[in-house]
């Protein structure tokens, strides 16, 4: 149902709020009649695109175009869109027919089309028989229809939705996403949807767009995201999902958890280090000797209604999440195998940590807001510009921010079958990614410290 | 001890400061000198063309000085309210500063600042005076309701396509009527009974309800005083009714 014709564009927009960017270069263009959804967790500017298309906020760089036509400085009152806000903003003084008919009454619509058009809208979201009636008098999911309502009978040209459902109970968002999906092919009108729901986003959208910390991830279909992960954040974000440090040893080949697997990806190059993803329901259990790929022993086995999650350890000691409808005991040796189509072969983003310094004398650096000792460097005096390079699992964490030589928190984190990847973000906004076995939570405060021996330096070129 | 007996100094309090009083006007209102139930102090009212002028005049000023409260408070109660027009705490505090000042010794100072302009007292000077004293008392509970109203509303209202302007009369206002409300309680009732500041800063020219209450019970005419106190009761609590939804002026306070 979707056109080719783009109805928004967004062309290197970028937001700040103080000194903190919220939205860095985004790039984004939306088709006409498309539900599109920003996915992404709290903070990731998704609300704040949704505001600048609006027209609630200005962009600080880039342009936003309606039908190719830039409408940054076109106030919200004059653009054709509506929104259903959050938690709904329907206006407490006025009754569910006059908060309605509030756009219409603005735009001198005669009263007579107005009691049409509102009776029509409340009969799509089915409130018909509401209109008298006080909005502090409705419940949650009433009041989300009536938001809903006040927001078509203007017939945008977009419908903007901020996480629309998330005040509902399970039952009754499962039940709107429906009705909203159906009003989509009913209208023909394009939405665009925000939300931090993974599932909803995968259920509503014709193209999902995942952001995190002010920058698009990955844009696609429901199914292109779910099953082609571009990085391990959207694997990590949409889904459950084993995410695991490979290499690929040529085309179709790549190896990890210390073995050897087919796999449909090629033009990686040879011996490239890559992250691998494998989702817990495309891991098989077979009593072939002649398919089995790996062995392992289950370690624990829960219910979870439609399946049974467990979690196992392979021969070669990394631990898999595995979806199965049937269950198998705590302790069995099994054999496990995935298929090539289901291994999905990601770039790795960064092998090492590389960040810029400069040398204070022959024995300390300076880097990420902190002085670290290092060994005697000859050939660099005391005021060079230099680049540090430290591998990850060389970077230790400390229990108190002042037993470090910079304090930062644990900002995201993965697990990668047999250890943790970290990112670490210091409290001068650097970010440091770390591999552990000691197990953080999100939002730790820690310090970090390197060993001199572990600090890798190069004079920069003077160029 | 259970919980609710830690109110009893409280209801004590209450019921002689409070409730006692009150009595105390209405068993006054309805005798004569010698202690018998009369309805002369209330006929003698409707009969007294000096009181019911006084009455009516009193009214005129309470109702114009609400007015100009409301003219004036609304706008500034707005303006301080507007994070993008105001940015410092310290604005607020300089409206609510007057407060802290005897209104007495405000009163007196600007009758003092009168004379030495030579401006002529009268009901200029008063109204001048009423609305020095009581807007604070206005601006305070509407700024309240407006810094605590939730932005999505506004917005929801630009989104439907009102202008900045259409957003204020259509939205802005009629959600901010509980602060309104309580600002007009807290205006009009005391306007109703004050004396003190008619008597200076229009030398006793012009008299207030509140003036002549004050001067029959100073000449000892406690029947007749307490009638007429009786009245301004029954004005007062008219206008709590006129004023609405109580919880919600009351919440504009808070």
Redesign the interface.
């Known amino acids: 149902m979707a056109s080719e014709e783009h109805i928004i564009d967004l062309k290197h927009v970028s937001k700040r709020f103080g000194d903190k960017t919220v939205l860095d270069d985004i790039n984004l263009y939306i088709r006409k009649g498309e539900f599109v959804t920003l996915l992404g967790p709290s903070g990731c500017g998704k609300t704040t695109t949704l505001r600048l298309i609006g027209g609630f906020l200005a962009p600080d760089e880039g342009e936003i175009l309606l039908d190719g036509k830039d409408i940054s400085s076109i106030p919200p009152y004059k653009r054709p869109f509506n929104t259903v806000f959050q938690r709904y903003a329907l206006f407490p003084h006025l009754d569910v027919y006059e908060n309605i008919a509030f756009g219409l009454k603005l735009q001198k619509v005669p009263e007579d089309e107005i009691e049409r058009r509102v009776k029509r809208v409340l009969k799509l979201v089915s409130m018909s028989d509401y209109e008298d009636r006080d909005v502090d008098s409705l419940s949650g999911g009433q009041q989300q229809r009536v938001a809903i309502a006040r927001a078509l009978v203007n017939q945008p040209k977009i419908l903007l939705l901020d996480e629309p459902l998330a005040a509902l109970d399970l039952k009754m968002r499962q039940d709107m996403q429906i009705e909203l999906k159906e009003m989509h092919k009913k209208l023909g009108i394009t939405f665009i949807y925000v939300t931090h729901d993974q599932e909803e986003a995968l259920t509503l959208s014709d193209t999902i767009v995942v952001m995190n910390e002010g920058k698009i991830q990955q844009i696609g279909t429901p199914i292109d995201i779910y099953n082609e992960p571009v990085n391990c954040f959207v694997a990590d974000f949409i889904g459950e999902s084993n995410i695991l440090k490979g290499k690929m040893l040529r085309d179709r080949r790549v190896a990890f958890i210390k073995h050897e697997f087919d796999c449909v990806d090629e033009g990686f190059g040879e011996m490239t280090p890559v992250d691998v993803v494998v989702r817990p329901e495309d891991i098989y259990f077979t009593t072939d000797p002649a398919k089995c790929q790996f062995k392992a022993t289950v370690n624990s086995c829960t219910f979870k209604g439609v399946h049974y999650e467990m979690w196992v350890d392979t021969d070669t000691g990394y631990e898999l999440m595995i979806q199965d409808y049937d269950p198998y005991p705590v302790g069995a040796e099994v054999m496990l195998y995935i298929d090539p189509d289901d291994i999905q072969v990601m770039r790795k983003e960064r092998t090492r940590n590389v960040m810029d310094g400069k040398m204070v004398d022959e024995t300390h650096v300076e880097m990420i807001g902190g002085v670290f000792e290092c060994l005697p460097q000859e050939g660099i005096a005391p005021g060079d510009d230099v680049r540090v390079t430290v591998r990850f699992e060389k970077v230790d964490l400390e229990d108190h921010q002042e037993e470090g030589v910079v304090a930062g928190e644990v900002h995201f984190l993965l697990y990668k079958g047999d250890h943790y990847h970290l990112t670490i973000l210091t409290e001068d906004g650097y970010h440091v990614w770390v591999d552990t076995n000691d197990i953080w939570d999100k939002g730790d405060l820690v310090g970090i410290t390197i060993a001199p021996e572990d600090l890798l330096i190069e004079k920069k070129n003077e160029a | 001890m259970k919980r609710s007996h830690w109110s009893i100094p409280y209801v004590v309090f209450m019921a002689i400061f409070v409730v006692l009083p009150l009595v105390l006007v209405m068993v006054y209102a309805f005798q004569d000198g010698t202690g018998h139930f009369t309805l002369a102090n209330i006929t003698r009212f409707f009969t007294d063309a000096d009181a019911l002028t006084t009455f009516a005049v009193s009214l005129e000023i309470a109702i114009e000085n609400t007015l100009i409260c409301i003219l004036l408070g609304y706008p500034a109660a707005w303006i301080l309210a507007n994070k993008d027009l105001n940015r410092s705490a310290i604005t607020i505090i300089l409206f609510i500063m007057p407060m802290w000042i005897n209104a007495l010794m405000r009163t007196l100072a600007t009758a003092e600042i009168f004379n030495m302009l030579g401006i002529r007292l009268g009901k200029g000077t008063l109204l001048f005076g009423m609305v020095y004293d009581y807007l604070p008392f206005m601006i305070y509970p509407i700024y309240n309701v407006l810094a605590k109203m939730?932005k999505?509303?506004q917005?929801?209202?630009?989104?439907?396509?009102?202008?900045p302007w259409?957003v204020f009369w259509?939205?802005t206002v009629?959600?901010s009527?509980p602060g309104v409300w309580s600002g007009v309680l807290m205006v009009f009732m005391p306007t109703v009974s004050t004396f003190a500041i008619s008597e200076f800063l229009t030398n006793n020219k012009i008299k207030l309800f509140g003036t002549i209450i004050q001067e029959n019970i100073n000449s000892s005419m406690w029947n007749y005083g307490a009638a007429l106190a009786f009245f301004m009761l029954i004005i007062i609590g008219i206008t709590t009714l006129f004023t609405g939804d109580q919880k919600e002026a009351e919440e504009a306070l808070i």
Not at chain 2, 155 to 163: F, K, N
């Open positions: 939730d999505s509303y917005e929801a209202a630009q989104d439907l396509g009102a202008t259409k259509k939205v009629p959600l009527m």
